[in-house]
Nanobody, 126 residues
Framework: QVQVVESGGGLVQAGGSLRLSCTASGLPFGAYAMGWFRQAPGKEREGVSCISWLVGNTYYADSVKGRFTISRDNAKNTLYLQMNSLKPEDTAMHYC???????????????????WGQGTQVTVSS
């Protein structure tokens, strides 16, 4: 059974930083593209950042480019999102997700998602 579990959310002031972590079990982590998505109240879920099974292949939404960094440690089955220079508009529930199958990745976080975490709340105060 696949499990995806996020951690690291919280409340931070504008300009601050947070690091989200996501562990995925029950699948060959190193063969799966992974991503971070977020959904703010009243808004559609959006792809924030994704990374293929090839570490150098990444995508960032325009709104987070230069501020967020996605990375993965395949030995630890863990995905990270380092978020710097946080803004109030980054406030949202953040979800970790795994692609629906191995070696599946599209630029733009548009690959089919097979597994979602339960989400971790990020709140940025002004």
């Amino acid at each position: 059974q696949v499990q995806v579990v996020e951690s690291g959310g919280g409340l931070v002031q504008a300009g601050g930083s947070l690091r989200l972590s996501c562990t995925a079990s029950g699948l060959p982590f190193g063969a799966y593209a992974m991503g971070w998505f977020r959904q703010a109240p009243g808004k559609e879920r959006e792809g924030v950042s994704c990374i293929s099974w090839l570490v150098g292949n990444t995508y960032y939404a325009d709104s987070v480019k230069g501020r967020f960094t996605i990375s993965r440690d395949n030995a630890k089955n863990t995905l990270y999102l380092q978020m710097n220079s946080l803004k109030p508009e980054d406030t949202a529930m953040h979800y970790c997700a795994a692609a629906a199958s191995p070696f599946l990745y599209d630029s733009g976080c548009t690959m089919q998602i097979g597994h979602w975490g339960q989400g971790t709340q990020v709140t940025v105060s002004s």
